[in-house]
């Protein structure tokens, strides 16, 4: 036999016996009120009601929630009954016996009618009437009457929790045996209240028991003494009120008790944590409160008449506690802050770590050399600073947020280099002169300072490096330098805006669904996906993005969308039809001063690319069939007007027919990937165009 199944057995077989055992008190004290006990044996039974009375009030102190005590009401149940047969067992003593003495019923009795009456039993008669009236008229009554509120409003509370619990497991919020778990709370909870309803009658029925008990005693005891034992009247009265009222105060001070435990238990309601957490963390939560009761105090101790001394100092601690609790509060907050930013610094660390994380890919990443990387993390700040304006500048210009950019070193890339990936992928990467300046001079004159030539990194113009102690006569002469961190973020934002469509994941894309009115919310729902899938109107967006046209007005984006969607399944197509219905937008973010420039392709060339593009039987293009020599002739002499017209600092757009577009913008972005390509159709009205000429 294993050891699991021994201590199995050996659990079982301890659980037989607490059953055994607990039957045998139950009938015990069932026996009481039947058969005659000793004295001593009562003593025995006093004490133990006493006992449990305080260890129930103990525990009702310390539990965090009701329901951690809901054995209470048959415990409470248990100990009215011991309670009940010690008074009838009692009551047959000091009937039978009490001509012998006050300790006919036992020495516990006897002792507290000495301790609290003083020997004078109109004393105790004052003091268990205040008593009852404590335990029956204030604690007994309130409990009851929360312990009632408490089962109404559980019980009427049952359905809507059900619901909950159902809605919540629909929605994949919890699991099955979370659930059930919930579902068995809920049960024990309006099980608890509507149990504690009950079980405040029998407090109130004990303290009623107590009063009549009371009175059969005396009145029964003095009858008793004079007719069977020729007792005097007053030897009758003074020798049966004495031990009938030291009977009550034996059984009602465990009454009592019991009744402040069941009142600190259904009062507690929906307070977590134990009474002195709930009480006094909330009484001293509003140090100003504690403040004001302190002057009050103050003032009382000062008011002629008054004693000085209780009065100041309650008013002294009240102001202490008033000055410290704050700076405690102060204190463990830090230390709760210091402890969560350990926990969050250690949770990185071990994801960091965790194979997982070695498997996901930055989207952005800035990658220093070591000699590059120390000047510019040195003021790690700033370029924080300026790479979060960046995003920004980024979400208001094309309407979404770009990924966060991480920024590194590397051992492995050149000292003065430095690297931009993109979803891992190395894309763009540069040499730089730490300490130099940049000066971007492109066909220009150059500055009559010594200088080292080289390339802008971002536009790739000609540019020279000059020392940083050359600044101002650079200045004088007219030229705009550009430091080593604005040289790198210049180029990491051309990076970025040149792959913003790669940057647009999908998550990205319904997070802006998300933003949206709820209008255009249940404009989507009627397109998508009934007409367009979600994976569609990425591929529209991102085709947009592509050609860095902007997608901040997405209602415009969605209106001509559902226009084009039940006519055209390509996204191309439907993006090309986008672009008509933003014409205007797309037109005044290439405007400068007023106008906008075009270069035509020319006759010759839209001649040939209408030649050149193939269609199906519904007259839709499918593809572009171009001679690879006139391909070579037109990206030549393409490139050679178009360079021309940069040089001389000219922004301008493209301009071809609406069918050719497409085809003409996948030639030219390969040569220059920021000259927009438009279509005719894509002149917003009201435009004042300038031409600049033609490529043939």
Known sequence: ??????????????????????????????????LP????????????????????????LWIQRPLEFSAFPTILLVATMLRLSLNIATTRLILSHGAEGTTAAGYIISGFANLVMSGDFVIGLIVFFILITVNFLVITKGATR?????????????????????????????????????RRELEEESAFFGSMDGASKFVRGDAI?????????????IIIGVTRHGMSLQSAADVFIKLSVGDGLVSQIPALIVSLAAGLLVSKGGTRGSAEKAVLGQLSHYPPALFVAAMLMALLAIMPGLPFLPFAVLGASMGFLAHIIPKRRAEVIARDAEMLRKADAAKV??????????????????????????????????????????????????????????????????PKSYQI??????????????????????????????????????????????????KSELKREGFKSIDNSSTVLTHLSEVIRNNLAQLLSYKDMRGLLDRLDPEYKKLIEDICPAQITYSGLQSVLKLLLAERVSIRNLHLILEAIAEIAPHARRAEQVAEHVRLRMSQQICG??????????????????????????????????ELDFDPKMMDEFAAEASTVIRRHIDEGHQFALITTPEARPYVRMIVERMFTKLPVLSHLEIARGVEIRPLGAIS
Request: glycine share 8%.
């Open 209 to 221: 028991a107590g009063i009549i008990i009371l009175a059969v005693n005396i009145f029964g005891g």
């Open 146 to 182: 929360i312990a009632e509120v408490g089962a109404r409003f559980t019980l009427d509370a049952i359905p809507g929790k059900q619901m909950a619990i159902d809605a919540d497991l629909s929605a994949g919020l919890i699991d099955d045996k979370e659930a059930q778990s919930r």
């Open 1 to 34: 036999m294993t050891d699991l199944a021994l201590i199995k057995a050996a659990d079982k077989r301890a659980a037989g016996l607490r059953d055994i055992w607990f039957a045998a008190g139950i009938v015990a004290i069932l026996s009481i009120f039947f």
């Open 349 to 414: 660390v071990e994801t960091q770590e965790s194979v997982k994380e070695s498997l996901r890919t930055v989207e952005i990443e800035l990658v220093l050399g070591k000699q590059l990387a120390p000047r510019l993390l040195m003021a790690h700040g700033e370029l924080a600073h300026r790479v979060s304006k960046m995003r920004r500048k980024f979400a208001m210009l094309y309407g979404f947020v770009v990924p966060e950019i991480k920024v590194s070193d590397s051992l492995i890339i050149g």
């Open 589 to 622: 973010d290439l405007m400068e001063d007023g106008v906008l420039k075009l270069l035509r392709l020319g006759n010759r060339w839209d001649l040939a690319f209408h030649k050149a593009l193939k269609r199906d039987q519904k007259g839709d293009v499918t």
């Open 421 to 470: 990936k993109i979803h891992g992928t190395v894309v763009a990467s540069a040499d730089i002169r730490i300490g130099d300046l940049l000066v971007v001079t492109g066909e220009g004159p150059k500055p009559d300072l010594p200088y080292e030539e080289g390339v802008d990194p971002a536009f790739g113009m000609k540019s020279v490096w000059v020392a940083e102690s050359f």
């Open 37 to 60: 006990i000793p004295a001593i044996i009562i003593d025995l039974g006093l004490a133990l009601s006493i006992a449990l009375s305080v260890l129930i009030l103990m525990v009702a």
